[in-house]
Nanobody, 124 residues
Framework: QVHLVESGGGSVQAGGSLRLSCQFS????????MGWFRQPPGKEREGVAR????????HYADSVKGRFTISQDNAKNTIYLQMNSLEPEDTAMYYC?????????????????WGQGTQVTVSS
């Protein structure tokens, strides 16, 4: 069982930055594909970014390209989401996710393991 713990959420004004962290229990085949999803209030869950741990390849939702960066530190069993130029539309609960597969799509049903979430609120 993979244990994921998010941190780094908070409130920020539009144009500001936040860095989310997700610490996971161990780097195994269960954490080859990791990423971030978010669920804005009253809306459906959506993929934000993902990273394939074995080669570092990344993929982003169009809405965050150029503003968000996902990265990993395998020595610390941690992935990050650096969020810059935040907009009120980025307000959501952000979830860290992990999966064991190799295709690593940004698709919620693919991910077997989910964290509890961390809230990000961006005010205008």
């Amino acid at each position: 069982q993979v244990h994921l713990v998010e941190s780094g959420g908070g409130s920020v004004q539009a144009g500001g930055s936040l860095r989310l962290s997700c610490q996971f229990s161990e780097f195994t085949y269960n954490t080859r594909c990791m990423g971030w999803f978010r669920q804005p209030p009253g809306k459906e869950r959506e993929g934000v970014a993902r990273i394939y741990a074995l080669d570092g390849t990344t993929h982003y939702a169009d809405s965050v390209k150029g503003r968000f960066t996902i990265s990993q530190d395998n020595a610390k069993n941690t992935i990050y989401l650096q969020m810059n130029s935040l907009e009120p539309e980025d307000t959501a609960m952000y979830y860290c996710v992990a999966a064991s597969g190799t295709s690593c799509p940004l698709w919620a049903p693919y991910f077997e393991h989910w964290g509890q979430g961390t809230q990000v609120t961006v005010s205008s």
